[in-house]
C-alpha cells in the first residue's frame, strides 16, 4: 500500500519550496475533516441563522441593514464571489450585558460593518 502510494505520487520539484503532491491532498483533506467539527453551540447558532435570515427576506422582500439601511444584503456567506455586502445577526441588548441568544425580539439584521462598529454597545 504505501509503496503503491509512493510511487503514484511523484515530488514536485520546480516549486522553491519541494512539497509532495500526496502531502497537498493530505493536508486538504485533513482540513475539511477539521471544518465539519464545529462545536455543538455553533452549528446551532447558524442553523438559527439561515432560518431567521430566510424568514426575514420572506417577510421583507429583501434584507437591509437596520443602522445605515443598506440594502440589499446577501444572506448566503458561503458564496465568495458576492458582490453584495454579507448580512448579520445583531442583538440589540448585547449578549454580554445580559441580551438573550435567540429570542427575535433581541435580533435585528445588519451588515458586516455596522454589526463590528456596534460591538458590545446598547
Request: proline share 5%; net charge positive; hydrophobic share 35%.
Amino acid at each position: 500500500m504505501i509503496k503503491l502510494f509512493r510511487e503514484r505520487h511523484k515530488i514536485l520539484s520546480f516549486q522553491p519550496n519541494i512539497q509532495s503532491y500526496a502531502a497537498k491532498i493530505l493536508l486538504r483533506y485533513k482540513h475539511k475533516l477539521k471544518s465539519r467539527r464545529l462545536p455543538y453551540q455553533t452549528r446551532i447558532w447558524l442553523t438559527f441563522r439561515n432560518k431567521y435570515l430566510k424568514r426575514q427576506k420572506k417577510k421583507h422582500g429583501q434584507l437591509a441593514c437596520a443602522f445605515c439601511r443598506l440594502c440589499p444584503l446577501d444572506s448566503n456567506f458561503r458564496n465568495p464571489h458576492s458582490l453584495l455586502p454579507k448580512a448579520t445577526i445583531d442583538h440589540i441588548h448585547p449578549l454580554s450585558k445580559g441580551g438573550k441568544r435567540y429570542d427575535e425580539a433581541n435580533l435585528c439584521v445588519a451588515c458586516v460593518k455596522c454589526n463590528q462598529k456596534k460591538a458590545d454597545k446598547v
